[in-house]
């Protein structure tokens, strides 16, 4: 997610790394909890359906895409796999009516770290909407096929 704009803001450019080293730590620090199995996490996750092999798979998962969100090559990547991950994990704790402040905090810090660094994330919300051909006229390389 290269913006290739060099005259971004020295501060934003280093809050924007802040956040998202802090968003790898956070879902590094939540895989830590699943591996060594702190007796709380276990339970908690238990109550949600999770339990031995897939506390061992989500851990794997968070390190996983927290380590893609990381590298600026793959962060687009990892941003997504982050959203999905942690949308599912507030989808979890919502349906069994637990506290979703925590996956939803660490989800808006990793959005709020990516946008400031790389502000072409959210590129659709600066233009209007366009379809097939005109998307392409706008110099744009790829192309949308055409919807009824």
Known sequence: MNTGNSSMSKGRRISGNVLIVFGFLALL???TTKIL????????????????NRLMFIAALEIFSAVLFLIPATRSFGLLMISAYLGGAISAHLGHGENIFPP????SIVWIGACLR?????WSF???AVRGNEFAR???????????
């Open 29 to 31: 620090g939540s895989a």
């Open 37 to 52: 199995q702190v007796p709380k996490v276990v339970e908690g996750l238990g109550a949600l359906g999770f339990s031995g």
């Open 104 to 107: 939803s905090l660490i989800l």
């Open 118 to 122: 790389h502000p072409a994330v959210l």
């Open 126 to 128: 600066n233009r209007p």
């Open 138 to 148: 706008q110099g744009h390389s790829e192309t949308f096929p055409r919807q009824a």
